[in-house]
């Protein structure tokens, strides 16, 4: 009797080990796949950084103008004695050593850059020329009578008229508002006069009413 209920117990226990198979197969297979998944997943997340990475490199960037009193960096690869921090003269040009005078006025820093390494070459096999805008000092406009900061200020990004009366402070009580212009030089040095209807523009008018400066603009407010 006692061997019946041992083989019976011993039956029934072998019946569990077999049915409890697949799930240990299963937990086993899904902790040695981990590592894999987690591989695969982080060369998926590297992937996509490194192409979000390179989209952002290949934006195009309008590239500035250089213009007087701007500072340009210029560095010659391994060639400290040529390399110069210097300011745009009034005449819109620099001077580098073994080159001379150079106009930067009205290029971009990759225009300059090529000219300079062009004039490089008579003196240096390749020369490794990078040109940066250090300051950027000649975009200016001015803004003078009734607001509460007149003055010259830097133009950092575009502007409006409405932009720049915000810059320095706002209208003064007893402004025309209605009788703002702005003038402008013209390539020939003449001055254009365009008007500015500031109540027109701030009771929503025609956006094209609100005058998009130019460096060395100057906004009068009578």
């Known amino acids: 009797m006692w061997n019946r209920l041992r083989d019976k117990y011993l039956k029934s226990r ?8 697949p799930s240990i197969l299963l937990v086993v297979l899904l902790i040695a796949t981990t590592p894999i998944t987690a591989q695969v997943l982080s060369a ?26 701007d500072v340009l960096a210029v560095n010659v690869w ?14 819109g040009k620099i001077s580098l050593p073994l080159v001379g005078d150079l106009v930067a006025s009205g290029r971009t820093a990759s225009q300059l850059q090529s000219e300079i390494k062009q004039q490089l070459r008579t003196y ?15 975009h200016k406009f001015n803004i003078v009578g009734e607001v509460t900061k007149p003055g010259s200020y830097v133009m950092s990004n575009s502007m409006t008229v409405l932009d720049a009366i915000a810059v320095a402070g706002g209208l003064k009580d007893f402004a025309k508002s209605s009788k703002i212009y702005v003038l402008r030089v013209s390539a020939d040095g003449s001055h254009v006069r365009l008007p500015f209807n500031y109540k027109k523009v701030i009771k929503g008018g025609d956006l094209k009413d609100n005058v998009e400066l130019v460096p060395r603009d100057t906004i009068v407010v009578p």
């Not at 072998?14 to 198979?21: D, I, K, S």
């Not at 979000?52 to 009193?69: C, Q, T």
């Not at 240096?124 to 000649?138: D, G, I, N, Y």
């Open 14 to 21: 072998c019946g569990e080990r077999a049915a409890l198979l």
């Open 78 to 91: 391994k060639e400290p004695e040529v390399s110069r921090t210097l300011p745009v003269r009034p005449d």
């Open 44 to 69: 998926s997340a590297d992937v996509t950084t490194s192409a979000a990475a390179s989209v952002k490199r290949d934006l195009p960037v309008n590239d500035y103008i250089i213009g007087p009193e």
């Open 124 to 138: 240096f096999t390749s020369p490794e020329v990078t040109v940066l805008v250090q300051e950027a000092k000649s």
